[in-house]
């Protein structure tokens, strides 16, 4: 009998991370631990775990006494921690409890060099770039300048990772999202917010012109492309894009939305955000693409999706 794969996943309970811890459990020699505080996420969005192999523990990782005695009852071969304050608007709004999360890092950082851990794997962000100055934006050649909170301790972690790897041996691979997007997301992300406003025939919202770009990412793309990286001898301390490459402004993903869904929504124009809302995205996701099975789901088929899953619950 194969000896079983010891995972932890901080922050599955969040859309990501509970799209993530689906994937694994489909291997029954993998047995995933999922920690999260329930701020943002919700134990709705586990899956069921037929195999028998999934334990949900409510623990914050900014706790050290609370994450200590989750690393000492189980031993973590690998380490997916995804557990942030996530949302633009949240974390602008909350800028100390962004900070928080730097303890956080620290207290899995710690546990795992001290508990045998092989590789951790770091949910980072395309706000690490700022407001990018090369196209597409390249893991190792353009420049990280963004000033918020959020962006600085993805940053900060990343520098983290880096520095414990040359100092302990502690390897890693961080994985810079760019607007994932799918089924069981909060309903406070650009579009999940469209769909719920496009499905009741309100008003959508959108700040300034709406010519700002972004490139959105299937969740599936995701994860294959996570999982697949994690497990590879390949990308060991490396940094990869995890993204689309195919740029929508916020009006054209608005218009596509109402199209989709037989709308009578209007689109209305807001003033723009004072900060936090970048003129544009886009990644290379050369890396990315040889992870993948299959070429990324564009927008429209994506979107197709997320309104033909029955867990799409109307706000």
Known sequence: MNKKTNILV??????VGSALVEALIEDPNNYVVVVDNLQTGAKEKLPEAPNNNLKFIQCN???VGEITSVFHT???SYVFHYAALVGVQRTLQHPVSVLDDITGIKNILNLSKNTGVKRIMY???SEVYGEPVEYPQNEDTTPLNSRLPYAIVKNVG???LKSYQQEYGLDFTVYRFFNTYGPKQSKDFVISK???AALNNKDITIYGDGKQTRTFCFVKNNVEACINAAFSEKHINETINIGNDLETTVLELANLIIELTNSSSSIVHLPPLPEGDMTRRRPDITKMKQLLSSPTLTLEEGLKRVLEDTSYILA
């Not at 901080?10 to 859309?15: D, L």
């Open 10 to 15: 901080t922050g599955g309970a969040g859309f």
């Open 61 to 63: 990782v900014n706790n």
């Open 74 to 76: 189980f031993s973590f």
């Open 123 to 125: 949910a980072s962000s």
């Open 158 to 160: 990343e520098a983290f």
């Open 194 to 196: 469209f769909i719920n």
